[in-house]
């Protein structure tokens, strides 16, 4: 098992878990490393008046089970994350009432294409509730891999490790999400446009 680093060298998450089954405060490094990309993932999922319990509920999972974790895996986000994603799964209400009725919502730009130029003919006021119901109807699964890819830049290996799931599942929830996203993100265009030629009374 790896030693603590020397001569200044950063010690790897692998090597803090490693120690932490025999030094359990050292764990608390982990903590200070990643608790706040945790929360902000956590934040936009559920709103931020739920994400200080949420990520105190990640990390005290992710102590508890610390003895299981991979050493192989030096970095110890994807854990965390797939950690974290069960979580929200636990409060899956919470999550898509967040959705529903938040008045602003992270976008998701680079993992839209398509989705997010059609989205820029909305306007930013209806940009938000708009994403954040095409959200709300993906299947849970699915919205998992979507905003591990397009929020936390996970690659898909890094997704299916989170997930514990095939990467060829990655691939395929991701393309669904997309889709689905898209779909509802264009048929909402679609109405304004009519709404505005209806009113304008061309």
Known sequence: MSSPALDGEVEDDASIIGRSARDPD?????????AAVIHRYLARRVGGDFADDLVAET??????KRQRYDLARRDARPWLYGIAT???????????????????IAPVPDELGHAERVASQV???????LLG??????????????LLVAWEDLSYEEVAAALG??????RSRLN???????????????????????HSGR
């Open 26 to 34: 050292c764990f608390a490094v982990i903590f200070d490393r990643h």
């Open 59 to 64: 990390f005290l999972v992710a102590f508890g």
């Open 86 to 104: 069960k979580v929200v799964s636990q409060h899956r209400r919470q999550e898509e009432r967040a959705y529903r009725y938040r008045n602003a």
């Open 123 to 129: 306007s930013a006021q209806a940009m938000g509730p």
């Open 133 to 146: 119901a095409a959200l709300a109807k993906l299947a849970q699964r699915d919205r998992d891999v979507l």
């Open 165 to 170: 799931i095939p990467v060829g599942t990655v």
């Open 176 to 198: 669904r999400a997309r889709k689905k996203t898209r779909a509802a993100l264009t048929t909402r265009n679609r109405t304004s446009k009519l709404s505005e030629v209806v």
